[in-house]
């Protein structure tokens, strides 16, 4: 996860690197083909790990827990 809560998502060959919305739009599409579980992996994360969790916590997660 990135800063720039905007930042357009970049793939990469185990995964993308986005900004919040980028994370919520790919998880939505990801939900809409069938998809119950995912992982996330912090290894191209340029935020600490516990302020990316933070953010998916207050601004991601709320997407999907209704």
């Given at each position: 996860?990135?800063?720039?809560?905007?930042?357009?998502?970049?793939?990469?060959?185990?995964?993308v690197e986005t900004g919040v919305n980028g994370l919520i739009?790919?998880?939505?599409?990801?939900?809409?083909?069938?998809?119950?579980?995912?992982?996330?992996?912090?290894?191209?994360?340029?935020?600490?790990?516990?302020?990316?969790?933070?953010?998916?916590?207050?601004?991601?997660?709320?997407?999907?827990?209704?």
């Amino acid at each position: 996860m990135v800063e720039d809560d905007e930042a357009p998502i970049k793939r990469h060959r185990f995964g993308v690197e986005t900004g919040v919305n980028g994370l919520i739009k790919e998880l939505k599409a990801m939900k809409s083909a069938g998809v119950n579980h995912i992982g996330l992996h912090f290894r191209r994360n340029t935020l600490q790990v516990e302020d990316a969790m933070q953010r998916i916590a207050e601004h991601v997660l709320p997407h999907f827990h209704q």
